[in-house]
């Protein structure tokens, strides 16, 4: 969805740069910098940034050209609008951001523009699965009805892990990390066939469910086919892609006598080792090569 200053700021009026009320704003998060710090006046392109009466303040403190400098070093950044939320604009401020055509405007209610925007601009979509948090690593279980995802669930809750949404998992993303998280109606809740919906939280307490966690692996549960070729050691990555971000991704057999619990903590502690550079099965290969060269 497209965004713009001015349906963010409605009919308030510009302190200046009105002539670019129509600029987009691309990014949900509204940038608070520290001009004290030059690095942080960087990555601000057409995202809303607000100066608290702090940075106006200090800005203002600065000499002249100073000033001058700083003001033409942020409107470089070309970001979509700048909100102040009290406070002087210095004199230097106004004029730049009227060259550069970038709204200048208060607002007293912050919150509210940092909701809209969130609203607005934040990618959502919806799943059926499980997400499980997993030693911290945030596992989100797919597959076809009734293959056994709310029953793997539950023995990792019984494990100790924790239970972030069953059934129905809400995505979004954010800072380019998908998040996941349950409806409002479905908080805590796992529904198992043959016992029907348990209150996870209920029974085993507060440490078993968390609100949200980022998804970093994507378990697919399949039944076991015969003659079907599954890896033994593991070389490809692959990725499931959810809102625009590729997460790892493997496709787990189900069998009777599988321990579906035992397998996907593993998956989540490899994939974790992973994160941190150590890939096992191409340590193997590099090994292999090595003493098939030597």
Request: hydrophobic letters at 45%; aromatic letters at 4%; proline letters at 5%.
């Amino acid at each position: 969805m497209t965004i713009t200053v001015r349906n963010l700021v409605g009919r308030s009026k510009a302190l200046a740069g009105s002539s670019g009320l129509d600029r987009e704003i691309t990014s949900p998060q509204v940038l608070s910098p520290d001009l004290s710090l030059t690095a942080t006046v960087k990555g601000m392109t057409s995202s809303l940034v607000h100066l608290p009466p702090s940075q106006s303040a200090f800005l203002c403190s600065l000499p002249k050209l100073e000033r001058t400098r700083l003001v033409r070093t942020l409107m470089r950044q070309r970001p979509a609008g700048i909100v102040l939320t009290g406070g002087a604009a210095c004199p230097e401020l106004l004029a730049g951001a009227e060259r550069a055509g970038v709204p200048v405007f208060m607002s007293r209610d912050l919150q509210k523009l940092a909701r809209l925007l969130s609203s607005k601009l934040t990618l959502r979509m919806s799943l059926h699965g499980v997400l499980v948090q997993v030693f911290g690593l945030g596992v989100l279980l797919v597959g076809e009805s009734a293959i056994g995802k709310s029953e793997a669930a539950l023995d990792l809750v019984l494990r100790g892990h924790k239970l972030a949404a069953d059934d129905l998992v809400l995505l979004e993303l954010a800072d380019g990390t998908v998040e996941g998280r349950a409806p409002e109606m479905g908080e805590d809740l796992l529904q198992i066939r043959g016992l029907g919906i348990i209150n996870v939280r209920a029974l085993y307490g507060e440490s078993a469910t968390v609100p949200s966690c980022p998804v970093g692996l994507v378990v697919e549960l399949e039944e076991w086919k015969q003659g079907h070729h599954y890896s033994l050691i593991g070389l490809r990555e692959r990725r499931y892609r959810i809102l625009g971000v590729n997460v790892p991704y493997l496709k787990l057999p189900v069998k009777p006598g599988r321990n579906m619990a035992t397998l996907i903590e593993v998956a989540a502690r490899n994939q974790m080792l992973k994160n941190r550079g150590i890939f096992t099965a191409r340590e193997l290969g590099r090994a292999l090569k090595k003493r098939l060269a030597g």
